[in-house]
């Protein structure tokens, strides 16, 4: 027995994240229209079709089409993503100290890399196929 296309839980999906306020999706925000496994299941096909990309460990960012490169990117820039995937999580953060001098005008140098401080223990790795955040500090010691 085929079921209609709107009852599918890929389809409910997609009207949530269509919901959302943020653009950073969490799978706890998905986890209701099905058992593990489907949604599992329609979150790969979602990345497989590129209408999300994987920012984490259960973390998901909406995604939009270039026409530029002709390829589907993340709807926010990275720090964006990076600051309402820590938000979303609760755990407190602060800017690093090259981004934090050059905002005040101590420093000329302009930071290459987003290095943000956190004050919690953060294990996970945020960041698509080509960034990564980068955690200032010692508190993500074991």
């Given at each position: 027995m085929k079921?209609?296309?709107?009852?599918?839980?890929?389809?409910?999906?997609?009207?949530?994240?269509?919901?959302?306020?943020?653009?950073?999706?969490?799978?706890?925000?998905?986890?209701?229209?099905?058992?593990?496994?489907?949604?599992?299941?329609?979150?790969?096909?979602?990345?497989?079709?590129?209408?999300?990309i994987r920012f984490g460990y259960g973390i998901y960012v909406k995604a939009k089409y270039s026409r530029l490169i002709g390829e589907s990117i993340m709807s926010v820039s990275f720090p964006e993503a990076c600051i309402e995937t820590l938000n979303r999580l609760g755990i407190k953060w602060e800017l690093g100290t090259a981004i934090k001098d050059y905002n005040e005008g101590r420093t000329q140098q302009v930071p290459v890399q987003y290095i943000l401080k956190i004050y919690k223990r953060f294990r996970r790795r945020l960041g698509d196929e080509n960034r990564e955040l980068i955690i200032e500090g010692v508190v993500n010691a074991r």
């Open positions: 079921v209609p296309y709107q009852k599918t839980i890929k389809f409910r999906m997609l009207q949530r994240i269509a919901e959302l306020s943020g653009n950073v999706i969490l799978r706890q925000d998905l986890a209701d229209l099905g058992n593990p496994r489907q949604v599992s299941r329609a979150l790969k096909t979602l990345l497989q079709e590129k209408k999300i």
